[in-house]
T-cell receptor
Framework: DSGVTQTPKHLITATGQRVTLRCSPR?????VYWYQQSLDQGLQFLIQ???????AKGNILERFSAQQFPDLHSELNLSSLELGDSALYFC????????????FGEGSRLTVL | DQQVKQNSPSLSVQEGRISILNCDYT??????FLWYKKYPAEGPTFLIS?????DKNEDGRFTVFLNKSAKHLSLHIVPSQPGDSAVYFC????????????FGKGITLSVRP
């Protein structure tokens, strides 16, 4: 158990819909990262927050947005969903802003039909 | 553009033998490298890391070797055990605040009893 909690674990929805994925970091960790893993792809970095502020942005689509709240939990919002958005979405946390060892949640599997 | 490449998608070895997992990178700014292991239905977990000031780091059965001139690193597992069967991701990052981990696509290791 990494201490990072992601909900929901599985989500099935239709094209055009909007979903929200939630992540609670490990106790004491200020940084939250979101990664996407599509079929046969590695972990693609989406976005990072540190203590409520956006710190780094990767290949995140404009239809996707995220935020980190004062209690440090984070939400990833995916809108106007397309079939290609079907993937595993991982949240990871760490104490610092610089990337080093990250602690990953179990992921949220999104299926868009 | 894949900055971290794991060109072999899978590897099968006999229990007790050595497993060698390879990883290549293209970004000269990368100076910290990590290996993560992932079991099905779980998030990736940190395995071992190496800084660019070293060329070898050992932790029990796991050793990571770094060849900076060749931009190549490898993970050696000796002896391999059936419980090592998993997907192994190579990751790299520059140092400094707000840096992010860039992952390869992963290698599926199967250790045959």
């Amino acid at each position: 158990d990494s201490g990072v909690t992601q909900t929901p674990k599985h989500l099935i929805t239709a094209t055009g819909q909007r979903v929200t994925l939630r992540c609670s970091p490990r106790s004491g960790d200020l940084s939250v990262y979101w990664y996407q893993q599509s079929l046969d792809q590695g972990l693609q970095f989406l976005i990072q927050y540190y203590n409520g502020e956006e710190r780094a942005k990767g290949n995140i689509l404009e239809r996707f947005s995220a935020q980190q709240f004062p209690d440090l939990h984070s939400e990833l919002n995916l809108s106007s969903l397309e079939l290609g958005d079907s993937a595993l979405y991982f949240c990871a946390s760490s104490k610092r802003t610089g990337a080093g060892e990250l602690f990953f949640g179990e992921g949220s599997r999104l299926t868009v039909l | 553009d894949q900055q971290v490449k794991q060109n072999s998608p899978s590897l099968s070895v006999q229990e007790g033998r050595i497993s060698i997992l390879n990883c290549d990178y293209t970004n000269s700014m990368f100076d910290y490298f990590l290996w993560y292991k992932k079991y099905p239905a779980e998030g990736p977990t940190f395995l071992i890391s190496i800084s660019s000031i070293k060329d070898k780091n050992e932790d029990g059965r796991f050793t990571v070797f770094l060849n900076k001139s060749a931009k190549h690193l490898s993970l050696h597992i000796v002896p391999s055990q059936p419980g090592d069967s998993a997907v192994y991701f190579c990751a790299a990052t520059p140092s400094g605040a707000n840096s992010k981990l860039t992952f390869g696509k992963g290698i599926t290791l199967s250790v045959r009893p």
